[in-house]
Structure formats: structure tokens, C-alpha cells
């Protein structure tokens, strides 16, 4: 061991004050939930094979008999993958988000928050970089699942605009949501029921939506909840901004209001979810 | 009057039920090194939260570095280290990533960072495990890589709960040797400990907490003072020799030793210098011994000797009805 210098009194040296530091300190700690993520490889999982096993599944052992339901012209397996496709990107990104609660649960036992809460960063930082950590994630879900689907045969029928803005949707209303899964994590008292609790909230929030068949197809009284659940907003928009004239929405929604209400939603959960995880975080020590 | 780094008074902290803090009040003055020694449950971490501003007290108030922890809390963060009870290091990342990820929280450059991360892990002779994921180092490695990670910021005032607990002896001096240095360095160190050898090695004074309460606050040679310095431990080889050994330490010490169980006796003396004439004397007397030692009082004698009641909210109270 070498004697360490000191070349500043303890304490007292000045820190310049960069500017957008508290950004700058979020993507030092989304760097640190990205290392986290490489070392193990398995969290990979849900966003890789996942999407692929759905689409296997629902084209090839469902789509032949749903196809069918879609009405006039739009039948059919291909039609049932044109229909379905924008739908299993959002029931996986809510999938995806269940991940980051049961990390934040485990992450959180370990000691290393403490050292974050006694450094000098916005009490925020350590939870928004988790959440901006996600965004690889939920791109990969995004690339894989048209990727996997345009080899079944999914085309996207509007522009190259339309895909990106279809993609940077998904993926915004993916990085809100995640902050429920967020919540829920510092609020269960171990990963295992943060799984339980999030299946519970995602099962219904992706089946009763209008993800895999059209919502006129369902009874009243479930209709009038599918049409408020912002899945089915996302699954919507999306629909409607990579199939455009072919995207099958419901009566009374156009692609404009879907987008629209997807942003209501986004900042709806912001406003919600991110103060009460906040208030979790402060309260859990 | 003395610059206070730590001043505390009436801190109070209730966790449901549980009385953590019941009225606590601490000074320690710049630039020394102060060690709270208590059981387990005594108060000691949370004591620690509060000042490291990890914890809102619900009654009192406590300054660091002259700066309010609640309504000044940012700025008393600049200033502070904190080495936690439990290594607070990220197991997936290496030695140097978790040092650098600190620096650049703490407004270094990616540069300056990575200089400041080498020249840490090299104090800390962590250079070779550097490249190494924390998860993979020994508990010794990972308390020097938490220390080190709680000096990136050159903090003026370091927190340290319980830095040796677990770590076996040798180890345990090293750590010594490590706030040794961070004291020589003008640094403010608050130590917390289980080791009344410990806070004796370490501390320029103590505080004895217990039940949330401070019991006493003395420097470590009038703390030894009230509860006698240095005890001496002998058990006889042959427990047929017990009462022979029992009348010689008797003449020894000045006073009858108490009976640890399984033979063996201790009794208070005076210091080190008594050692040559006991080895004298057992050897004259023709009693060979299993074992012959000086230390200091455990906490339990402390807390005897200062509250006339045996510590509780402690594992060693279990331990010691099972002896």
C-alpha cells in the first residue's frame, strides 16, 4: 500500500455545478443497471424468446380459428398476424416492466442504496435510472417482435416515419408503465409477490383489451372497460400507425385519437405511479 | 471551545413500536476519531442513519459540519462517507466500476473518476481484484472496497458502523490501521462498535449506548477507569487445580476472580506488567494451564459494571445461558 495524497483539504473541494447534472447522474446509474442486466444474461429471457413463443403460438395454434372472426376481407391466419402483431408488442412490453419491480425489490435489500442516499444526487436519480436501464430492454422487444413477425409475414403498410413513431409510442408508454411495476417492487416485501402482484395487474390490463380480438366481439359490460384500458389505446395506435388503412379499430377511434389517448395515458401513470414510488422509495430504509 | 464536526441532542426515533433512539445526544469534535459502543439493538445504526441523513429523526436535531441534516440535508451529503454494517458495494460490478460510478456521482470527470478509483484501490491493495466483480471478493475485500467507495468524495466526516464485525482478527487490525490513517488525514471519524477493545485501539473518546440511551461518555482511559482496565483469564489444565488456581489469582488480583464456567477464572488486574510474574507463579505452584489471557472487559462486563444489569437485545446474552 502507497500512502494516499490528498491534494485538497477534506471537504472543502469545490465541485463545479455542471449543467443537466442530475440527467448526467441518471445515465451514470442507468450504465450501472445496464452492467447489472449484461452480467446476466437471462433477464434477456422475456424479451428475446418471449416474443417469439407468443407469436408462434397465437399465429400458427390461434390464428387459423381467430382469423376467421375478424370480418370481411381481414380473415385468415395473415390476417389474424397483421391484426395480432401490434397487440403482442404491448402485452410483452407489459411483461417486460414486471422485471424491473422484482430487480428493484432485490436491488434495494443489498445496501448499495444506502450509499446512494447518502451521496449528494436528487433522491430520484437511482430510481430513474433504473428505469431509463429499461429502454434497451424494451427496444429489443420492439425490434424482435416486428423482426420475428415480418418473417411470418407481417409488412408494414404506412411509411418508415409511421414504424418509428409506432416503435418511440410503444416504447414511451413502456417506460411509464414501468414505473407501476417500480411501485409495486418497493412496496412487496420480497421479488416472488412482486411477480404475483404485477401478473395480477397485466393478465386482465392485456387480455380485456383490444389485443387479440376486436373489441366488438365481447359483451357489453367488458366492452366499456376495454375501451378506457390504455393497452388497448396503445394496441390501437400502434395498429393504426403501422397497418394504417388496414388497421381494423374499433367504431369512433381513429389512429389521431388512439395517439392521443396513449399520452393522456402516459402521463395519467407518470403523475400516479411516479410519485408513489417515490414516496415508497423515501419510505423504505 | 473546540470545532464540532457532530453535534446531536435529543434525538429520538420510534419504528413502529420499537424505541430505537430515546433521547440521544452526541458531539465529537473535529478531526478525532469518536466510537459509539453498544450491543446489537442498542441504537448505534440508527443513531448513524439519522446523522448520515438516511433517517428523519422524530424528535431533536442534529448538525454536521455546522449544516442542518433535515433542512440542509443536500449539502451535508457533499461532505460525509458512509460505510455501512452491511458492505454497501454493488455485487455486479467490478471494484473499479463501483468506485468510478461514485466519482462521477460526485461531479468528477470520467477521468478524474478512474485516476481517483486507482488510487483508491491501490490504498486499499485492492489493485489486483480490481477488474474483478465485488460479488467474487472476500468479506475483508469487500469491507476495504466500501470504505474506499465511502472516501471517494475526500468526505470530512466519515461514518463507519461497525467496520470489523465479522472480519476475523487479522483482518481486523488491518481495518484499525485503515482509520488510523483517515484520522491522520484530518477527517472526522464516527465509528460504531460491538468492541470495547475496539473503541479502546481507535477512539479518542466514547459514548456507551444502550436501549436507545447514552449510558456514558469518557474517553477510553476514563471509561477503563470505572470498569477496570485489563482482566486476566486463566483456565487450569487439570480441573482437580481449580481452587489452587482460584487462591492464586485470588493473591494476584486483589480480589476473588469470577467463574467464566468450564474452569475458567478470571479476575481484574492492574496491566500488562503483572504477566511474567503469573507465568512465575503458575509454573512455582507447579499448575500447567489451557489457557492464559489478557484482554480487555467484554461489553457485557462494561455494561455491567456501568448499568448493574447484563446487556440485552443481544445475541451474547443467548450465547452465553447455552455456555
Not at chain 1, 29 to 43: D, S
Not at chain 1, 266 to 272: Q, S, T, W
Not at chain 2, 278 to 302: C, F, K, Q, T, Y
Request: proline fraction near 4%; glycine fraction near 10%.
Amino acid at each position: 500500500m502507497t500512502a494516499v495524497t490528498f491534494d485538497s483539504p477534506a471537504g472543502t473541494q469545490a465541485r463545479p455545478r455542471r449543467q443537466f447534472r442530475q440527467l448526467r447522474y441518471a445515465g451514470v446509474l442507468a450504465k450501472r443497471n445496464l452492467i447489472k442486466l449484461i452480467r446476466t444474461p437471462e433477464q434477456f429471457i422475456d424479451v428475446t424468446l418471449q416474443p417469439i413463443i407468443f407469436l408462434v403460438l397465437f399465429y400458427y395454434v390461434l390464428g387459423g380459428a381467430l382469423g376467421g372472426s375478424l370480418g370481411a376481407g381481414a380473415g385468415g391466419r395473415h390476417g389474424y398476424l397483421e391484426y395480432l402483431l401490434p397487440g403482442l408488442l404491448a402485452q410483452t412490453i407489459a411483461m417486460t416492466s414486471i422485471s424491473i419491480g422484482q430487480n428493484m425489490n432485490a436491488d434495494i435489500e443489498k445496501g448499495v442504496f444506502d450509499r446512494f442516499r447518502s451521496l449528494p444526487i436528487g433522491r430520484a436519480i437511482p430510481l430513474v435510472g433504473a428505469v431509463l436501464a429499461e429502454f434497451f430492454r424494451y427496444l429489443m422487444v420492439v425490434v424482435i417482435t416486428i423482426g420475428f413477425g415480418y418473417i411470418l409475414g407481417f409488412r408494414v403498410e404506412t411509411d418508415f416515419m409511421s414504424l418509428l413513431a409506432a416503435i418511440g409510442l410503444a416504447i414511451c408508454f413502456a417506460l411509464a408503465f414501468a414505473w407501476i411495476s417500480v411501485w409495486v417492487g418497493l412496496k412487496m416485501r420480497s421479488a416472488g409477490s412482486v411477480q404475483g402482484v404485477m401478473m395480477l395487474l397485466v393478465l386482465p390490463l392485456t387480455f380485456a383489451s383490444s389485443t387479440f380480438v376486436p373489441v366488438k366481439s365481447m359483451p357489453g359490460w367488458l366492452q366499456a372497460f376495454v375501451k378506457v384500458n390504455p393497452i388497448s389505446q396503445v394496441v390501437d395506435a400502434v395498429r393504426g400507425l403501422l397497418l394504417g388503412s388496414h388497421a381494423n379499430l374499433p367504431a369512433g377511434v381513429t389512429t389521431a385519437t388512439a395517439v392521443g389517448w396513449t399520452f393522456a395515458w402516459v402521463a395519467g401513470i407518470l403523475l400516479v405511479f411516479f410519485p408513489l414510488a417515490m414516496r415508497a422509495y423515501v419510505r423504505r430504509t | 471551545m473546540t470545532e464540532l464536526s457532530i453535534e446531536a441532542a435529543g434525538l429520538v426515533k420510534s419504528f413502529g413500536e420499537t424505541k430505537a433512539l430515546r433521547g440521544v445526544d452526541l458531539n465529537v469534535r473535529k478531526g478525532t476519531v469518536h466510537a459509539v459502543l453498544g450491543p446489537n439493538g442498542a441504537g448505534k445504526t440508527t443513531a448513524v442513519r439519522i446523522l448520515a441523513t438516511l433517517l428523519r429523526p422524530d424528535a431533536g436535531y442534529a448538525r454536521v459540519n455546522g449544516l442542518d441534516v433535515l433542512s440542509q440535508a443536500g449539502r451535508v451529503r457533499e461532505s460525509i462517507g458512509l460505510t455501512g454494517q452491511f458492505a454497501s458495494v454493488d455485487e455486479d460490478l467490478t471494484g473499479t466500476q463501483n468506485l468510478v460510478m461514485i466519482g462521477q456521482l460526485l461531479d468528477l470527470t470520467k477521468k478524474e473518476a478512474r485516476a481517483r478509483a486507482a488510487e483508491l484501490l491501490d490504498w486499499f491493495d485492492l489493485t489486483d481484484a480490481a477488474g474483478k466483480v465485488a460479488k467474487h471478493y472476500s468479506g475483508g475485500m469487500r469491507r476495504r472496497l466500501d470504505l474506499a467507495a465511502s472516501l471517494v468524495g475526500r468526505p470530512s466526516v466519515i461514518f463507519l458502523d461497525e467496520p470489523t464485525t465479522g472480519l476475523d482478527p487479522a483482518k481486523r487490525e488491518d481495518m484499525w490501521d485503515v482509520v488510523r490513517r483517515l484520522i491522520s488525514d484530518g477527517s472526522t471519524v464516527l465509528l460504531t462498535t460491538q468492541y470495547l477493545e475496539e473503541a479502546d485501539a481507535l477512539a479518542d473518546e466514547i459514548t456507551v449506548i444502550d436501549h436507545g440511551q447514552v449510558i456514558a461518555n469518557d474517553t477510553p482511559n476514563g471509561l477503563k477507569r470505572v470498569v477496570g482496565g485489563q482482566r486476566l483469564t486463566v483456565r487450569a489444565a487439570d480441573p482437580a487445580r481449580e481452587d489452587d488456581l482460584r487462591e492464586l489469582l485470588t493473591l494476584i488480583g486483589g480480589s476473588v476472580p469470577s467463574d467464566e464456567g468450564r474452569g475458567t477464572l478470571t479476575v481484574p488486574v492492574d496491566g500488562e506488567d503483572v504477566l511474567p510474574d503469573v507465568v512465575s507463579r503458575l509454573r512455582a505452584a507447579g499448575i500447567s494451564v489451557e489457557e492464559l489471557s489478557l484482554h480487555l472487559p467484554s461489553l457485557d462486563e462494561v455494561f455491567f459494571t456501568l448499568t448493574g444489569t447484563r446487556s440485552t437485545g443481544d445475541e451474547r446474552t443467548a450465547s452465553e445461558v447455552s455456555v
